[in-house]
């Protein structure tokens, strides 16, 4: 597990049905490219979140499949629509196959 | 070879102005990259927006968002970068708009490229060119 | 070797880039942070020759400064969602967190970031927020002290430094710090390095100018700790006079040492008028 990799989203707590609303997205992550290398000269591997999902009730609303040149702290913004109330899952893969996940509620009024 | 500050100062200014040029390394995963998500499709020159800015201050965290209403993937990707790939964004059925937003790093002044998929399997395309500053004292 | 002047050399390098393609200074931007406005521009304190005295932000490119309007786009905030856990987790030979003796959280230390650093009567001493921060950590709760401008100790002086948003930074330089005020003086204004260089060139001389391809400001502290573009994590005041002394060629000194932290003093002074900005970010 990478050290320290915090996810934070922000997902307005009510929404009307079928009315588009944005959501954002961070988590904390080196995202070493794989580009850099150490003093000695020697590259230093590739390590990043490769993938990012977001869900809602068991459907989904975006994919990402990111490479190394993605800042760290990978950022993302997006619109999701919804019809009833539920919950959000948010999904981050790491290449060490770590899994980190965050998930917020809704209502949909 | 002895440098006089002024033969120092006309180098860095030299590096600092210079486009990036791509090597041939480059251009040829530049089109294997957009060979594996186009394949043979045509690549129109529109129904896509990309928004980067015209210089980022930093090449290390540049905010860029794309669009492509009805778009079912998108991919961007970035052309004087070591690896062209960026991100791909693919779009679910509660997807409120085809767009999205990110940070990403370039290596260089470039052309970052957005290709968007459509549902019918056509594919849209959007270039813009960022310049990124080498930076002068703290960069 | 030919011996060239320092304002000579400047003056070409600046030169060279007066016509270049950047976006131009919008000195009537306006910052405002989930509500609260920022004062970016103020009267200059009465020990400065210069007239105004301008926050760091005006001089960044619009997409840097959108990355601060919002606290869930300023990435500097997953470093203080951090410094939170920090503020909870148990350390130490006492059992004690942060939170088990400041029970009213963080809100406590409103106002503080923007008078700091301050001499302390009772400590006998002038302390900077990392004085305070360890002090009370080996004191009460018998821990370890953080490492000065490392990711811990940036993170934990960010969390502190956002309660005092918006308030204006107001630094004393008299009394008992003055002699430490006026060694922090001489020091920007002390040319250093193969380059030889004063804080003072570039950012009271040269504010508003480009150096290569960067836009210089007035080197202001106000925003600090600051998330920087560059290597996308906290700098601290002294972190960053550490990197700027090594930009100049010179042999910086220690963070911690006397001669930052009277810079740092004499710096945050500088600053006053304008608003308590951190965590702020920057290129």
């Known amino acids: 597990m990478a050290e320290n990799v915090k996810p934070r989203v922000r997902v307005p707590r009510s929404a009307s049905a079928g009315e588009a609303f944005e959501i954002k997205t961070l988590i904390s992550h080196k995202m070493e490219s794989g580009q850099r290398k150490d003093s000695d000269g020697n590259p230093i591997p590739r390590s990043i979140i490769n993938h990012f999902s977001c869900d809602f009730n068991g459907e989904n609303v975006i994919t990402a499949k990111l490479e190394g040149a993605i800042s760290t702290n990978p950022y993302f913004q997006f619109e999701a629509v919804i019809q009833e109330s539920g919950t959000f899952t948010f999904t981050w893969l790491d290449d060490d196959g770590s899994e980190y996940t965050d998930s917020k509620d809704i209502t949909v009024g | 070879m002895q440098f006089t500050r002024r033969d120092t100062l006309k180098m860095g200014a030299g590096a600092a102005v210079a486009t990036f040029m791509p090597f041939q390394a480059f251009a040829d995963a530049n089109e294997e990259a957009v060979m594996a998500f186009a394949g043979e499709m045509d690549i129109m020159d529109e129904g896509v927006e990309l928004t980067a800015p015209e210089i980022a201050e930093n090449g290390n965290t540049v905010p860029i968002s794309v669009s492509a209403p009805g778009a079912v993937s998108i991919l961007i990707l970035a052309m004087g970068n070591p690896q062209p790939r960026v991100i791909e964004f693919g779009f679910g059925p509660l997807a409120g708009a085809q767009s999205a937003s990110t940070r990403c790093r370039l290596a260089g002044t470039q052309d970052v490229v957005a290709l968007a998929k459509m549902a019918d399997g056509s594919i849209k395309r959007a270039t813009s060119t960022v310049k990124v500053t080498i930076g002068g004292c703290g960069g | ?283």
């Open chain 3, 1 to 283: 070797m030919k011996k060239f002047t320092l304002s000579a050399t400047i003056a070409a390098s600046l030169a060279l880039f007066a016509g270049s393609a950047s976006a131009q200074v919008d000195l009537d931007a306006v910052l405002s942070i989930e509500g609260t406005t920022i004062t970016t521009r103020a009267p200059a304190p009465d020990h400065l020759d210069i007239d105004e005295v301008i926050s760091g932000w005006v001089y960044r490119a619009s997409e840097t400064q959108a990355l601060q309007m919002d606290d869930f786009e300023n990435p500097a905030m997953i470093f203080v969602d951090q410094a939170m856990d920090d503020w909870n987790r148990v350390e130490g030979t006492e059992g004690k967190s942060c939170a088990s003796c400041h029970t009213n959280g963080p809100e406590e230390f409103a106002g503080l970031r923007a008078v700091l650093p301050r001499w302390d009567e009772a400590r006998g001493q002038m302390m900077t927020m990392e004085d305070y921060i360890n002090y009370n950590r080996v004191t009460y709760m018998g821990a370890e002290p953080l490492k000065l401008a490392k990711s811990r100790m940036n993170a934990m002086v960010a969390l502190i430094s956002l309660q005092s948003r918006g308030m204006p930074i107001n630094v004393a330089i008299d009394g008992p710090v003055a002699e430490i005020w006026e060694q922090g003086r001489e020091i920007y204004y002390t040319r250093v390095g193969q380059l030889d260089m004063a804080c003072a060139n570039c950012h009271e001389d040269n504010y508003g100018n480009m150096i290569r391809a960067d836009r210089l400001s007035q080197g202001q502290t106000n925003g600090f700790p600051v998330y920087r573009l560059k290597n996308a994590k906290l700098t601290s005041d002294q972190g960053r006079f550490k990197g700027c002394m090594k930009n100049i060629r010179a042999e910086p000194f220690a963070v911690g040492s006397d001669e930052f932290r009277a810079l740092e003093l004499y710096v945050a002074s500088r600053g006053n008028g304008l608003s308590s900005e951190g965590p702020s970010v920057r290129n």
